[in-house]
């Protein structure tokens, strides 16, 4: 059971990928998963329904692991309040997807520069 970043750190790819259980003060569920390139995954294992699923919380080391104690605890909570925390998941990046494109965010610049937003007496256009 993994304890300590430094022991995240010494986690070595082999001809399988596999999980290793962290600890985690929150209860158990915690796992890191190392693939056979290196990539170091965190997962949070859990079980909504009667049924058991695992989600991908982030990826060490842009995750470290207070973030990923921190990210787990939270979704212990939303189990806890009988949600499924993929589902919430997929309902945030479709929400992401439907955010402003490239397009709309450089016309909606444009038009409030030229209707002088940006400064006092405004830009003709």
């Not at 070595?12 to 390139?37: C, D, F, M, N």
Request: glycine residues 12%; proline residues 3%; charged residues 25%.
């Amino acid at each position: 059971m993994i304890t300590t970043d430094r022991q995240i750190q010494s986690l070595k790819p082999g001809e399988r990928v596999y999980w290793q259980s962290v600890r985690s003060p929150h209860g158990g569920g915690l796992a890191i998963r190392v693939s056979t390139r290196g990539t170091r995954s965190w997962y949070v294992r859990y079980r909504h329904d009667g049924r058991q699923d695992a989600i991908c919380i982030g990826h060490y080391p842009g995750m470290k692991l207070q973030a990923a104690r921190d990210r787990h605890y939270e979704i212990r909570q939303l189990v806890a309040d009988n949600l499924d925390p993929k589902r919430i998941q997929r309902q945030q990046k479709a929400a992401n997807l439907e955010a402003w494109s490239m397009d709309q965010l450089f016309e909606s610049y444009g038009d409030f520069w030229c209707t002088g937003g940006g400064r006092k007496g405004g830009v003709s256009c």
